[in-house]
């Protein structure tokens, strides 16, 4: 579990970050909501100080720590007391990053009814884009299949040919992959696109064993 993974980072590290010792309160309130304890509680730390905003580790803020533990009561209080609803960890990972990998609908959902952002990297030219930032939230849950979460995204615009190293979003569907590729289409994907090796999703769907 993740207090587990805090402790391997620890060890790795051989010292707790910086951040944690200069304001143990982020830790506390980190723990507080993986505990799940009652929002009052979490009010308190708030107003000794803990911060909405600030990293506990790793570039990880409360509102993870909340979408994480599938805490959608402490999220939207995070969110009503002033938390960057984008802020992205070291990996790349905003809050609808975690829920849209997860499947967690009830959280996307909120997330997106509280204006988080749906797409987060830059278009470019480059038809096979290389690049450091992680995948969309629409390609996790796709990837994961959690159909709920991937039409929730696409009804709020994110985009169905955002084009990864390998190719367009559609080509990263298996072509027997019949209910995200529909959904995919349905929005407004390009069924033509091609792929690195340079097929089509039809073209590939017509090159498998009958």
């Given at each position: ?5 805090f402790s391997l980072l620890f060890f790795l590290h051989f010292e707790m970050p910086t951040e944690c010792i ?189």
């Amino acid at each position: 579990g993740p207090v587990f993974f805090f402790s391997l980072l620890f060890f790795l590290h051989f010292e707790m970050p910086t951040e944690c010792i200069t304001n143990p309160l982020q830790r506390e309130l980190a723990d507080s909501i993986i505990r799940m304890v009652p929002l009052d509680e979490i009010r308190i730390l708030l107003a000794c100080g803990a911060k909405v905003n600030e990293p506990v580790t790793q570039g990880l803020r409360p509102l993870h720590y909340a979408v994480w533990q599938r805490y959608l009561e402490a999220a939207q209080l995070l969110l009503v007391r002033g938390s960057d609803i984008n802020a992205r960890d070291e990996c790349g990972y905003s809050a609808l990053h975690l829920s849209a990998e997860h499947g967690y609908t009830e959280l996307v959902r909120m997330l997106l009814h509280q204006g988080a952002q749906v797409d987060y990297r830059e278009d470019t030219d480059d038809p096979f884009p290389r690049t450091t930032i992680c995948d969309e939230p629409l390609r996790l849950a796709i990837r994961n299949r959690h159909a709920d979460v991937a039409r929730l995204l696409l009804e709020h615009g994110a985009d169905p040919n955002k084009r990864y190293f390998f190719g367009s979003e559609i080509n990263l569907v298996s072509p027997l992959d019949l209910e995200f590729l529909r959904l995919l289409l349905t929005f407004g994907a390009n069924p033509d696109t091609r792929d690195r090796a340079g097929l089509t999703p039809l073209m590939k769907a017509a090159r498998l064993p009958q």
